[in-house]
C-alpha cells in the first residue's frame, strides 16, 4: 500500500484516478455523515420521549410532596424546600428542579442562582392545570423541560413545579447511541477509504494517468485520423463483432456506421468477405494482399492480429479499392496475351518464310505455290470458322488470336456451331472481349497436357448474351465453385483454388451489367463457366451506340 504522500499526490492531481478518489471519498463521507445524522436524529428523538415522561414523573413526584404542597408559599420556601429538589435532581439525573409561583417567579431552585428569575413558561399550558414536557431555553441553554401544576383543592394553579435537562451534544448522542455504531461508522470509513484509493489506482493503471480531457483528446484524434485515412479499416473482436469500421470501410463494404457493434455475419456482406474477416479468429495466420472480388469492387484486403498487454483482442484488417488496378491487370493480360500471339505469329511465319526460301532456292516454284495456297486456306478457315458465327469485329480478333495461341500450346480452341454474336456496343464489346479473354485464358492454362486438349466456345445473343467456355482439365470442385470467383492473391501465380484475379475480375464485369457467372461440370469432362447477361443490358448498350 502506498504511503500517506502518495495518497496526498492523487488528492492532488488532475488524472482521471485522482478526481475519482476525491469523489468517492466525498461519497464516504456524505455516507458516513448521513448515517450519523440519521442516529443524531433517531436519539434526539429517543431523548425527548423518553426524558420528557422522565421529567414529568419527576416533577409529579416533587409536586404531590407534602411538605411542597404546605411550604411553597413560605418566605423560607428556597431553604425548607432545597433539600427536595436536590434530591428530586439526584434521583432522576435532571439538571434543574425548579418551583415557581404562577406567574413564574422562581421561588424554589436546585440552582441557587436562578431565585427570583422567570421560569420562561413558553408554550406549555401549565397555568391552565395541564402538565407539559417540550423544548426551552434556560439560562441560555436548550434544554428539555417538564413542568407540572401544583393544585388547590378546588383545582386553582398555586405553584408550578419545572424539572428540565440539557440536551446532549452530538458526539454525546452518537455515544449513547452504542459503541458499536461509532466503531461501525469507523470501519466503514476505513473501509471506504481503502476500497476508493484502490479503485483509484486501476483506474491511474488502466488510463494510463491521463486526465479526462486528455482522454477525451486522444479520443477525438482517433477518430478524426482513423477517419481520415484513405484505406478502409476494419478491426474485429475476438468474438466476430465490429469494434472499428472507418468511412471508406463502410464505403467499401456497402454497410452504415452502424455495423459496429454487430457480428459481420449479422450485416450483409459478402460471404467471402465474411470469411476473410472470421478467418483470423479461427486461429489462421495473418494474410497479406488477399483480393476479394463482391458484386461491385475488387478489394485487396490485409489482416493483421491485434493485441493489448499480451492479450489478443482481435484482429484488424485494412483495404483498398483495387477495382482499376484489376481491370489493368487483365488489359495487361490481354496485352499480353496479343504479344504472345503475335510471337507465335512471327515465330509460325518465320518457319513458313524458312520453308518458301528454301523452295525457291531449289527451283520448286510450283511447290511454293502449293504451300502459299495451303497455308492461305488455313488461314481463311480460320477467320471463317469465328467470322461466320461471331459479327463483331473486335470479339472476332480476339477469338482468332487465341485459337493461334492455344495451338501453340497445344490445345485445340473450337467455336460451337451454335454460336452467334452479332456487333456490340464498343463499349460493351470492350467488356466481353476482357470476359472471354480471362475465362479462355484460364480453360487453355488448365487443357495443357490433357487427352485430348480441347478448348470449346459458345457465343450466343439469341436471350440476352450468354458466354460458355468449356475446358477438359481436371474440373473444379463443388466447394471450390462459389470462393473462386471471389478469392485471388495478388502477384503471386498459385492461388486458392487454382483461379487468379482473372475469375474475381469476370464476375465484378458482369455484375456490373447485372449478369451473372457459374460453373458446372462440361458434358466432356472438365469445367464449363457461363456467364449470363441480360437483355436489357445488351439492348441499352445497343441504344447508347
Known amino acids: 500500500m502506498s504511503s500517506p504522500s502518495g495518497v496526498a499526490r492523487l488528492l492532488r492531481s488532475r488524472s482521471l484516478a485522482g478526481r475519482f478518489l476525491v469523489f468517492q471519498l466525498l461519497v464516504v463521507a456524505v455516507v458516513l455523515i448521513a448515517v450519523a445524522a440519521v442516529s443524531v436524529a433517531q436519539s434526539t428523538r429517543e431523548f425527548r420521549d423518553v426524558r420528557g415522561q422522565r421529567m414529568i414523573a419527576v416533577a409529579e413526584n416533587l409536586a404531590s410532596t407534602p411538605i411542597v404542597r404546605d411550604r411553597y408559599a413560605d418566605p423560607l ?3 425548607v424546600l432545597a433539600p427536595d429538589v436536590d434530591r428530586a435532581v439526584a434521583l432522576s439525573g435532571a439538571g434543574l428542579a425548579e418551583i415557581a409561583d404562577p406567574a413564574g417567579l422562581v421561588r424554589v431552585s436546585s440552582d441557587p442562582g436562578r431565585l427570583g428569575q422567570r421560569l420562561d413558561l413558553g408554550p406549555s399550558r401549565v397555568d391552565e392545570g395541564r402538565a407539559w414536557f417540550g423544548d426551552s431555553d434556560i439560562g441560555g441553554v436548550h434544554s428539555l423541560v417538564g413542568q407540572v401544576p401544583v393544585l388547590a383543592g378546588d383545582g386553582a394553579v398555586l405553584a408550578v413545579v419545572s424539572v428540565s ?20 461508522l469507523g470501519l466503514g470509513a476505513v473501509l471506504g477509504l481503502v476500497a476508493s484509493w484502490l479503485l483509484s489506482r486501476r483506474i491511474n493503471r488502466h488510463t494510463r494517468g491521463l486526465d479526462i480531457a486528455e482522454i477525451a483528446s486522444l479520443a477525438d484524434h482517433r477518430e478524426a485520423l482513423l477517419h481520415s485515412i484513405r484505406e478502409g479499416v476494419v478491426a474485429v ?13 463502410a464505403e467499401l463494404l456497402g454497410v452504415s456506421a452502424g455495423a459496429i457493434g454487430r457480428r459481420v455475419d449479422d450485416i450483409g456482406l459478402d460471404r467471402a468477405v465474411v470469411d476473410f474477416l472470421l478467418s483470423g479468429e479461427q486461429g489462421r495466420p495473418d494474410e497479406d494482399d488477399a483480393v476479394i472480388a463482391t458484386g461491385t469492387r475488387v478489394l485487396a484486403l490485409n489482416r493483421r492480429a491485434a493485441s ?7 484482429t484488424v484488417t485494412t483495404m483498398r479499392d483495387s477495382t482499376e488496378l484489376a481491370a489493368l491487370q487483365s488489359q495487361l493480360s490481354s496485352h499480353r496475351s496479343v504479344t504472345d500471339t503475335l510471337r507465335a505469329q ?29 497455308l492461305t486456306r488455313r ?24 485459337i493461334s495461341l492455344a495451338a501453340e500450346n497445344g490445345v485445340t480452341l473450337a467455336i460451337t456451331p451454335d454460336s452467334h454474336l452479332a456487333a456490340l456496343d464498343p463499349a460493351l464489346a470492350t467488356d466481353v472481349i476482357t470476359l472471354l479473354g480471362n475465362l479462355i485464358d484460364n480453360a487453355v492454362d488448365v487443357s495443357v497436357g490433357a487427352e485430348p486438349a480441347l478448348v470449346q466456345v459458345r457465343v450466343t445473343d439469341a436471350a440476352g448474351l450468354e458466354l460458355a467456355v468449356s475446358d477438359s482439365g481436371s474440373g473444379v470442385p463443388e466447394h471450390l465453385r462459389e470462393s473462386i470467383f471471389s478469392r485471388g492473391v495478388t502477384s503471386k501465380p498459385d492461388v486458392p483454388g487454382g483461379r487468379g484475379i482473372g475469375l474475381a475480375l469476370v464476375r465484378l464485369v458482369s455484375a456490373q451489367h447485372g449478369g451473372t457467372i457459374e460453373v458446372t461440370d462440361a458434358p466432356d469432362g472438365g469445367a464449363m463457366f457461363v456467364v449470363r447477361l441480360p437483355q436489357a443490358a445488351v439492348a441499352r448498350r445497343a441504344a447508347h451506340a
Open 165 to 184: 435537562e440539557r440536551y446532549p451534544s452530538v458526539w454525546e448522542l452518537l455515544g449513547g447511541a452504542g459503541e458499536r455504531l461509532l466503531i461501525y
Open 237 to 249: 473482436s475476438t468474438d466476430g463483432v465490429i469494434t472499428v469500421l472507418n468511412d471508406s470501410a
Open 77 to 79: 420556601a428556597a431553604q
Open 308 to 314: 493489448s498487454q499480451g492479450r489478443r483482442i482481435g
Open 346 to 374: 512471327t515465330h509460325e511465319f518465320a518457319n513458313q518464310l524458312h520453308t518458301i526460301s528454301g523452295l525457291v532456292q531449289l527451283g520448286e516454284f510450283d511447290a511454293v505455290h502449293d504451300l502459299v495456297g495451303t
Open 379 to 402: 488461314r481463311a478457315e480460320i477467320n471463317d470458322a469465328v467470322t461466320q458465327h461471331v459479327s463483331d469485329p473486335a470479339v472476332a480478333a480476339l477469338l482468332i488470336a487465341k
